[in-house]
């Protein structure tokens, strides 16, 4: 099944506590990107990447790192939490960019 | 940057009634996507239409680039119905998709 598998799907951590959220598509796509979605704020595009070693900063990527090493992966690396960070975030993923965009099922991530 | 806007922000509905949502942009774009989001937080990709009128079972969308605005219309409306329905546009190449704060749809039986 086509599909944009992110991991985990719930998180709680403390400040300054490194941590990694995966994300994987198994439909070839050049295109990934990160979003979190806060309320009132609606969603807001973290980072972005149009193909292997090509990454990008979108509208909020302050306190967050990513990777595309491999086609498949896009990794969301928070080096040091805090609570701001506090969210529910999404990778993406198309055939390339302004093509059709398929989610994840989200990450909850609480920071303490 | 881009301006997206979607009206109206809430919306409430009896099962078997029809909507129209509508997105407004402010600039010409290459690229507008519908999205539901369900009451679960999963988001589903409704329609690519950067113009023109698209269909699929009970929604439909249609896009007027030249007077930028979509519009995702909803026939017989079902409580699966329910959840907040986003707009999002792309201005041009290279530029990241920019979404609107969503209209939230509630059908209640």
């Known amino acids: 099944e086509a599909q944009v598998t992110q991991n985990p799907r719930y998180l709680i951590t403390v400040t300054g506590k490194k941590l990694t959220v995966t994300c994987s598509q198994n439909?070839?796509?050049?295109?990934m990107s990160w979003y979190r979605q806060d309320p009132g704020l609606g969603l807001r595009q973290i980072y972005y990447?149009?193909?292997?070693?090509?990454?990008d900063k979108g509208d909020v990527p302050e306190g967050y790192k990513v990777s595309r090493k491999e086609k498949r992966n896009f990794p969301l690396i928070l080096e040091s939490p805090s609570p701001n960070q506090t969210s529910l975030y999404f990778c993406?993923?198309?055939?390339?960019?302004?093509?059709?965009?398929?989610f994840g099922s989200g990450t909850q991530l609480s920071v303490l | 940057g881009i301006q997206v806007e979607q009206s109206p922000p809430d919306l409430i509905l009896q099962e078997g009634a029809n909507s129209t949502l509508r997105c407004n942009f402010s600039?010409?774009?290459?690229?507008l996507q519908w999205f539901h989001q369900n009451p679960w937080g999963q988001l589903i990709n409704l329609f690519y239409?950067?113009?023109g009128t698209k269909q699929n079972g009970r929604l439909s969308a249609t896009t007027v680039a030249t007077e930028r605005y979509s519009l995702l219309y909803i026939s017989s409306s079902q409580t699966t119905d329910s959840g907040v329905y986003f707009c999002?546009?792309?201005?041009?190449?290279?530029?990241?998709?920019?979404f609107g704060k969503g209209t939230r749809l509630s059908v209640i039986a």
């Open positions: 993406a993923s198309s055939l390339s960019l302004g093509e059709k965009l398929f």
């Open positions: 439909m070839n796509h050049e295109y």
């Open positions: 990447s149009m193909n292997v070693e090509v990454t």
């Open positions: 600039d010409s774009v290459n690229n």
């Open positions: 239409i950067p113009s």
């Open positions: 999002a546009v792309e201005r041009s190449g290279n530029t990241p998709l920019v």
